[in-house]
């Protein structure tokens, strides 16, 4: 008798992930609501310029989404013990398999908190309106893998450290730094009417490169937790 | 002659050529002698990528050799890497003040994504400090060594992904409109910092060897013998029974 297949462990352990999200409510109930909060003290500590608030809008959403985020990333570390990876072992599960499905259910959590957190800075700092806006979803798509991906490998290498909590976003916040620039130039060069091509290029050879690397340094890492 | 003092004597002369040549470049006509701070601030930073280049070699070859030589590479390699960034990103901002008004300009992406690149880099040393066997640390430390790196060709490409203030890539341009006696000055510059670089490798990584079996003498002491809790029986007592 044979286990499921590699996608198919990556679909449990996605499904896993879901479901203790679904009883928990973490991301739904605290950390959009306090990414929320955060898009609403920004404007009160920069002043009451509306054009400032306008212009600083969409930035201040891509640090939000990257900063509160990468919060998205971190639950399951903390609900993970060593019990529960032990046990993952002993099903044989590929740890690159455990990998993405955990990427895919952060990914799919933090396509919640944008699509929360977009409409929510458009009524609040109302940004100038750029033409291709489609292309802004395609960007929003791409920041959430990559982030997904930074956070859970950020996730995997503090796994069970007492200074878990500080180190992690330590490492996730300037390793996202090719996710923000591509981003905010994105964004750029649409108000601009300019190329878009670089930074998209860039987004999409970052979450290409951080998934490789995801994926064959997964087995290393569930070694390193044990 | 040991081969630190070799590489430390070395260090000594091959800066002294640099600082030769450094001294006699000719001066930029608007920058004056603030010009001379290039041949640090440049140095360092390349310097500042070869090391993380070398740390993400020595990453790979500990995830597949597992010889502890690797792990003492990419650890030295970091430490001295976050030294010549910090140098990279000091020079680079004293030479900003005179020349663009101001210490740190928010325009410049390549100061931006080196300050970020050095605080990864940290990242990577606190990681280390906090997890104490060394088969987890070389392993989880290894992992972080390659993502990190990601932001060394982020650093160097920024001028042309980004429009910023910073001076574009000029050296490795084939068409180079820099001067033939500063680029002699520079890359003396680059020569010299690289043999420092090889000096502090080779002292570090012995220093880490050291450490390594300073950790396995202490834990061999502290370790408790298997059946200590099982004392002899004292024969002399039972044959006076």
């Given at each position: 008798m044979t286990g499921p297949s590699f996608w198919g462990q990556a679909y449990e352990i996605g499904r896993k992930d879901m479901r203790v999200e679904g009883r928990s409510g973490e991301v739904l109930n605290i950390t959009i609501p306090f990414g929320a909060v955060a898009l609403l003290l920004i404007p009160l500590a920069i002043g009451i310029d509306r054009p400032l608030i306008a212009s600083v809008g969409p930035g201040m959403f891509w640090v939000v989404t990257l900063l509160f985020g990468m919060l998205v990333t971190f639950r399951h570390s903390a609900t993970e013990t060593v019990a529960n990876r032990e046990m993952m072992v002993l099903l044989g599960m590929d740890p690159a398999a455990q990998f993405v499905g955990r990427v895919s259910a952060s990914f799919l959590l933090l396509l919640v908190f944008e699509g929360v957190l977009a409409p929510l800075t458009i009524v609040l700092y109302n940004p100038d309106p750029v033409s291709g806006w489609p292309v802004l979803l395609v960007v929003l798509l791409l920041m959430a893998i990559g982030l997904a991906l930074i956070g859970t490998l950020a996730s995997g290498i503090t796994s069970?450290?007492?200074s878990r909590n500080t180190l992690a976003p330590l490492l996730v916040a300037p390793l996202s730094l090719p996710l923000l620039v591509g981003a905010s130039q994105t964004y750029e060069a649409l108000s601009q009417e300019s190329s878009i091509l670089t930074p998209i290029l860039l987004l999409v050879a970052v979450v290409l490169g951080l998934a490789v690397v995801g994926v064959l340094t997964a087995r290393f890492l569930e070694e390193a937790s044990r | 002659m040991n081969r630190h003092r070799i590489l430390g004597l070395s260090a000594l002369v091959v800066i002294a050529i640099g600082l030769y040549f450094g001294s006699q470049a000719p001066l930029d006509q608007l920058q004056g002698e603030y010009t001379r701070i290039m041949y640090v601030h440049v140095p360092s930073a390349w310097l500042a990528y070869l090391s993380f280049l070398v740390t993400l070699v020595a990453s790979i070859l500990w995830l597949t050799k597992r010889r502890l030589v690797f792990d003492r590479v990419a650890e030295s390699s970091v430490s001295i890497g976050v030294f010549f960034t910090a140098l990279a990103l000091m020079t680079g901002m004293i030479w900003g003040y005179?020349?663009?008004?101001?210490?740190?300009?928010?325009?410049d992406a390549r100061m931006m994504t080196t300050a970020l690149m050095f605080f990864v880099y940290v990242g990577y040393l606190a990681l280390r400090r906090s997890i104490p066997d060394p088969a987890m640390r070389a392993t989880r430390s290894a992992v972080l060594g390659i993502v990190a790196f990601f932001l060394v060709p982020l650093s160097y490409l920024s001028v042309l992904i980004v429009r910023t203030l910073h001076q574009g890539?000029?050296?490795?341009?084939?068409?180079?409109?820099?001067?033939g006696e500063i680029l002699l000055a520079l890359l003396s510059n680059v020569g010299a910092f690289t043999v420092v670089y090889l000096t502090f490798m080779s002292l570090k990584t012995a220093i880490a060897r050291g450490e390594e079996e300073l950790e396995e003498q202490s834990a061999a002491v502290d370790a408790t013998p298997a059946g200590a809790a099982i004392t002899a029986p004292n024969l002399e007592k039972v044959r006076d029974v």
């Open positions: 069970g450290l007492r | 005179p020349v663009w008004g101001t210490f740190w300009d928010w325009g890539i000029t050296v490795a341009r084939p068409d180079s409109p820099i001067d």
